[in-house]
DNA sequence: CATGAATGAGAATTCATTCAT
DNA sequence: TATGAATGAATTCTCATTCAT
């Protein structure tokens, strides 16, 4: 529908240029151009148009991880390194007010009590590292896929949250791909005498 | 003050008993026993409240880290694993209601936009491989020191916020010092073909 | 027209099913399967919907009184028996939903301030006295005709207001019988010394 | 509290002066002098008002019948007398102003679905009447103690509610003492040729 | 120091009604 | 006739904060 596409974008553009806090109903009627009433015809209640914002967002990230992962060529370095550029890409590094939105956009999934939702990225990431194993290695616990899975996730959530000027740099994404490969490979080494 | 004690209690007390949109200043008022004109005589404001009762507990999680850090004995991986185990208890894994205060503190912090407070563990992570690295090693840069710290920090709050049962797991601990300790060795491997 | 009565039809179903505070017009729109724009092209504002049903039940009543009245057979008190079983019936005692359905346009009736429309039920219970009256007893004046007739239609629609139990015994309708019957001889009677 | 006074006296007033429909918390607020905080401060919800409304005019017909009732002089008839004035009054039938407030009363004890508080004066009735009994006389049985009493009771209650002018004759006074006299002797009287 | 009655801006939500199609 | 998207005035209620005592 054109009027939830509307309602949508007016509440972006009221979280990226005057915040959460002002994302209040009458508000969002004023700036969206609508009556409350009409916003009331669509969504149950305040939270749902937050929820809605976030879930479209989600599904956008969902769908270029999708894309991705359909491209098995290329070495499982090459291949790591494609996800973590998408998920540099996903969570908005490049245009400021996109930046500004998944910010907003992460601190209200977390004020909202959602879960970050790391399942495609983490099958994304485990599914590359089965393909390429030999017989000798074990596969992943329970524990081993959190921690790798969110581990990347996370830092990546925390330096948007945080607006980290970091993110900008190649340095940064060798950083990730060195976390992730150095957790990958730590099991096959024998343990050194510094260790 | 005593008061100012009783008052972060019974905060910390709605907090775990009764959650965040229930901390409105009349009902600690109520609950603490004290008038709300008492509660404005220490505190300027709401918000000061919360953030007197965040940094009451981040300041308990420094003394801890500083209080590790100042054993050098054991090999890297020792040292790196009671880091790791401090931040463990710092996260109150164990006794249930700490762990609600640690869990509606963390989502305070995150909707007051404060930065969560890694510098003291990055200080002690990144320590101990300097204190143990030959000199074949290269520092770690801005990059490597986020993405290794971060990571760490935000796979334990995460787990935490999300009330994870892995956390009680040894696994758990054994897969984030993988994750540490692959990270730190990753650079000396020389790269594989597959990899 | 068939879609007034289907209308009707519909707010007495949420009447009775969901109660009054639940009608509203765009959940009767809703529930009969028409568009709000419709209910509008029959009723000119909520009110009057309301007001219409209740036209349609006590009409119903008035049908029913006016036949028990051309019975003009039997003694008084039977006479008199016949118009209390009537209004009994009227009240809709036996199934379960018009007893909720009266219940709820009682209180409709009183909150928009109609009147109870007890004219046909009082002319039939002063006329079956008048007619087997001889000539030694005086006329009702207008405060008694008031009291008898409104007693016993208002203890009717109290029992009714209330859900009453009693209302559903033999009992009940004797002893508005007798309020009647003791009320029409009580003139004839010599006051005696103590009562 | 003189505040709680001045509310529920504020809320009479708009009552009886603009009706149940202009009673607001806002309009209250302003109509009081106080703010709309403050009638939360002594209130839970709107509703809360006009039940403490209601409950403290009901505590007043409630002692007031109390008085009467400890008088124990006189015959049935002058002690029934009494009883039925004290109703007479306690629906406030002389002073124009508390006829409009017990009549929006009424409405809004229907309403919120509140039972009429009969009690007393069924008490007060049937007590009358046990006290006077010779041994002859059958007890009154359910059906019979709430015709009688609830008889009384809403012939009152509904003049009120439609500003009869019966109210204020002699005549109305007399034809309700008929109707209980009249009731309670039928039982004694043997059927007669006419009935 | 402590109190707590009072404040009032402002938030979410409801629902009867309109009107262009 | 019928539709239903849009309206927006009005309502209830919350809660941080003030200030006279």
């Known amino acids: 529908m054109q009027t939830v596409a509307t309602l949508l974008q007016a509440t972006a553009r009221i979280l990226v240029e005057e915040g959460a806090e002002r994302l209040t109903t009458n508000h969002l009627a004023r700036k969206s151009g609508f009556s409350i009433?009409?916003?009331?015809?669509?969504?149950?209640?305040?939270?749902?148009?937050?929820?809605?914002?976030?879930e479209r967002q989600r599904s956008k990230v969902r769908?270029?991880?999708?894309?991705?992962?359909?491209?098995r060529t290329g070495s499982v370095e090459e291949r790591l390194r494609r996800?973590?550029?998408?998920?540099?890409d996903a969570f908005n590094l490049?245009?400021?007010a996109d930046q500004r939105l998944t910010f907003a956009l992460l601190r209200l999934a977390i004020a909202h009590g959602l879960p970050t939702p790391t399942d495609a990225i983490a099958e994304a990431i485990v599914a590359v590292w089965r393909d390429a194993?030999?017989?000798?290695?074990r596969p992943l616990n329970a524990s081993e896929t959190f921690v790798l899975t969110r581990s990347v996730i996370e830092v990546l959530r925390h330096a948007t949250?945080?607006?980290?000027?970091?993110?900008?740099?190649v340095e940064f994404e060798d950083a990730i791909l060195?976390?992730?490969l150095g957790f990958l490979r730590e099991e096959a080494r024998p343990a050194g005498p510094d260790a």
């Open 63 to 71: 769908e270029r991880i999708a894309l991705v992962m359909q491209d």
């Open 161 to 169: 949250l945080h607006g980290s000027p970091l993110l900008e740099t």
């Open 37 to 54: 009433g009409t916003i009331y015809q669509y969504f149950p209640n305040r939270e749902a148009i937050v929820l809605a914002l976030i």
């Open 83 to 88: 996800i973590v550029r998408t998920l540099h």
């Open 94 to 96: 490049h245009r400021n």
């Open 133 to 137: 194993q030999d017989a000798e290695h």
């Open 178 to 180: 060195r976390l992730i």
